[in-house]
């Protein structure tokens, strides 16, 4: 197993980190490392020859002396590598956009894989967490590996937990039991699994989607399991089908088997349609029934002339007004009749 060494635990036996950047200063570092003073300096941080020759090996390259400067200015990654004191890790320097950062995965790889394989088969969320948030600086050799290790107790734990739930009754037993599957920490996790590891992110989305389809699956427990599943990182075809299976079930389109504790989803496109269906049914029955088109009214004829409508003293004064037009007018005719 190799020892990280940090050059910085030999500052005695340096005037100025800068000089380790050029030719001479690196010489002149590696001839004090290899004299009596060096060896001792070793022994006492605790290194045997043999590591000694190791950690000198690597010096050659003057890139590798640049990459223990960046440990040093981590002190997370640092912690973990000279004292197993594990902290969630940060980039506050932005070193995984340097333009060497792959050649600094090369070389930090095989020491920090083997602090990360400690790991695992670790329960304990939150140290899995801080585990993972190390991955991304692991070039791509090591980096499967060790995310294989330490996803496998979340693995193991989803598919248990699942297949125990499949019996459960309620939907209240059934959210205490899948509920943890999907903590914020466990997602953090997944979504810290490289492309090399995309089958096991799968799997995990597979195993959460099969709750639906258990009986004790309500529609708003669906929603909330949909919800948190698009907190997981997906390819865009992946993604999609999450979003599309949560727009299924809000209209009604996903099925769930318990409707006890749940607001089903109603089918406002259904209802749409059976309302249109009887509206065209309702209108052709009245044309037919009724035919408001084909019936033309027929004029309403009464005996009583409009003449007999008028009280018998009008009916004087016009009897009067026609004699008088037609020149016939008696002057007894003028006389009206008073009583």
């Not at 003073?37 to 045997?48: I, M, Q």
């Amino acid at each position: 197993m190799r020892q990280f060494i940090l050059i910085h635990e030999f500052s005695k036996l340096y005037s100025n980190f800068a000089d380790l950047l050029t030719e001479n200063g690196i010489k002149n570092f590696i001839a004090n490392l290899e004299s009596e003073a060096g060896k001792n300096t070793a022994k006492k941080l605790g290194y045997d020859h043999f590591q000694l020759e190791e950690f000198i090996a690597t010096l050659s390259d003057s890139q590798n002396v640049l990459f223990h400067d960046w440990i040093s200015q981590n002190s997370s990654l640092k912690g973990l590598l000279l004292q197993n004191k594990l902290v969630k890790f940060e980039d506050t320097s932005n070193h995984l956009k340097h333009q060497f950062f792959e050649k600094f995965q090369a070389f930090i790889s095989p020491s920090l894989s083997n602090k990360l394989l400690k790991y695992a088969g670790e329960k304990e969320l939150t140290t899995l967490e801080k585990a993972f948030s190390y991955v991304c600086l692991l070039d791509k050799k090591h980096r499967a590996t060790v995310e294989d290790q330490l996803f496998q107790s979340i693995k193991k734990k989803v598919e248990i937990t699942v297949a125990n739930s499949k019996i459960v009754e309620n939907e209240t037993a059934l959210v205490e039991a899948i509920q943890p599957l999907c903590d914020d920490k466990i997602i953090a996790c997944v979504n810290s699994l490289s492309r090399a590891s995309y089958s096991l992110k799968l799997a995990y989305v597979d195993d959460v989607l099969t709750v639906l389809k258990f009986k004790s699956c309500t529609p708003r427990f669906a929603n909330w399991i949909l919800k948190r599943l698009e907190e997981v990182q997906l390819n865009k075809e992946h993604e999609f089908k999450i979003v599309d299976l949560r727009k299924d079930l809000k209209e009604g389109e996903l099925q769930v088997r318990n409707h006890g504790k749940g607001r089903a989803p109603i089918k406002w496109g259904s209802i749409a349609t059976f309302g249109l269906i009887a509206l065209v049914a309702g209108l052709t029955f009245w044309v037919v029934k009724f035919k408001p088109f084909s019936d033309v009214e027929e004029p309403q004829f009464d005996n009583e002339t409009s003449f007999m409508q008028f009280s018998k003293e009008e009916r004087k004064k016009i009897d009067s007004l026609l004699i008088h037009m037609n020149g016939n007018l008696d002057d007894d005719d003028l006389l009206i009749d008073q009583g």
